[in-house]
């Protein structure tokens, strides 16, 4: 019983990095194709405005389903870091070059420093993710069991590609929605137009890539390819359809502040079908939540733990978004109003 609640805590703190970072993400993303420096100028304003109080607040999530899966389940922490460390390494490097890259990007007044940085950050955006969907792909293929040898075979294959395709459509989807709602709140009328369209561009593509990819998965993924066809899987792909729908209609409308929750609703609703999908494995077909649960004397503590945390962690994350969307932790300067 406690190995089974920490494993839907395990998925609901995956649910939240992918909403909370994957809007980091799609900004990055944004800001890859935002073009050169004069045409690019404006949308890359707001994504800094939008992005700076909150882009490492959103790592405590990853934090958290890394101490879950290596107190709670060490089996499986050792067979996904063993075969696919690395995907997981380039993730990592990417999550360190764009980090790195946003935070020098603002201070330096050289273009050509600008110009370094800003790649940095809008490459490893596309990268991060993209490489954090081949693991979870790679999971669900059914290639990754305990032993298996690390080898592009555990994770170059077409459901870990499309995943990762899903992955970059997602980010992309979160960070229009996001951006198109940042640009009202910070006075960028000419904006508003501008990331509704990418928004409703990367909800079409989000849809189009998960349709390919339910349909085009590896061979050895039958077990989870059921599971996304019938039963709670298929019940939370419909619904994750109907709440991208939902925010497709609300980013154009007057309503615009309410598709932030739909598209959060939308990945958040992706990622529970993949853990409905492969239940009751952590690994399908060759480890269950049972089989990879750590000693139960562990589980118990660790469980009480992670609610304590999730009590005085998650209110003051709440907040702290609270007080974004608000505009109170990122006004806009003198200088800001005139540009």
């Known amino acids: 019983m ?5 494993a839907w805590i395990l998925l609901l703190v995956i649910a939240a990095y992918a909403c909370g970072g994957g809007v980091d993400y799609g900004a990055g993303f944004w800001d890859l194709c935002a073009g050169g420096a ?17 882009w490492e607040v959103n790592n405590v999530w990853l934090i958290f389903v890394l101490v879950l899966m290596w107190t709670g389940f060490p089996e499986f922490f050792q067979t996904v870091f063993s075969a696919l460390w690395l995907p997981l390494a380039l993730a990592a490097v ?32 596309l990268l991060t993710p993209f490489f954090l969907g081949t693991v979870i792909g790679g999971v669900a293929s059914g290639r990754v069991t305990p032993g298996t040898v690390a080898s592009a075979h555990a994770w170059a294959n077409t459901t870990s590609i499309m995943a990762g395709l899903v992955a970059v459509a997602a980010t992309a989807f979160l960070g229009a929605v996001f951006l198109s709602v940042d640009a009202r709140r910070f006075g960028a009328t000419d904006l508003i137009g501008y990331f509704r ?21 590896d061979p050895q993924a039958a077990y989870v390819h059921h599971g996304l066809t019938h039963g709670a899987g ?7 359809v109907a709440a991208l ?29 993949w ?21 139960s004397e562990p589980l118990h503590w660790m469980l009480f733990v992670t609610a304590v945390a999730l009590v005085l962690i998650g209110p003051a994350l709440v907040l702290l978004y609270r007080l974004d ?13 005139a540009e």
Do not use: C
């Open 2 to 6: 406690t190995a089974n609640i920490v």
């Open 94 to 125: 990417g999550m360190v070059l764009r980090g790195a890259g946003f935070a020098l990007r603002k201070p330096t007044h050289n273009l050509a420093g600008r110009r370094i940085y800003g790649a940095a950050f809008a490459v490893s955006s």
């Open 245 to 273: 729908v939902l925010t497709i209609w609300l980013v154009s409308g007057p309503a615009s502040g309410w598709a932030r929750y739909s598209s959060v609703a939308t990945v958040a609703l992706l990622v529970a079908a």
């Open 275 to 295: 853990g409905l999908a492969q239940r009751p494995y952590l690994v399908p077909t060759s480890l269950t939540v049972q089989e990879a649960a750590g000693a």
């Open 38 to 54: 004069a045409r690019g100028k404006r949308p890359r304003w707001l994504i800094d405005h939008a992005m700076a109080p909150v």
């Open 197 to 217: 369209l990418r928004a409703r561009i990367a909800g079409f593509a989000l849809l189009v890539v998960g349709v390919i990819g339910v349909t085009l998965t």
């Open 325 to 337: 969307t608000r505009g109170v932790l990122e006004p806009l300067t003198e200088e800001d109003v």
């Open 234 to 240: 298929l019940a939370a792909l419909i619904a994750a």
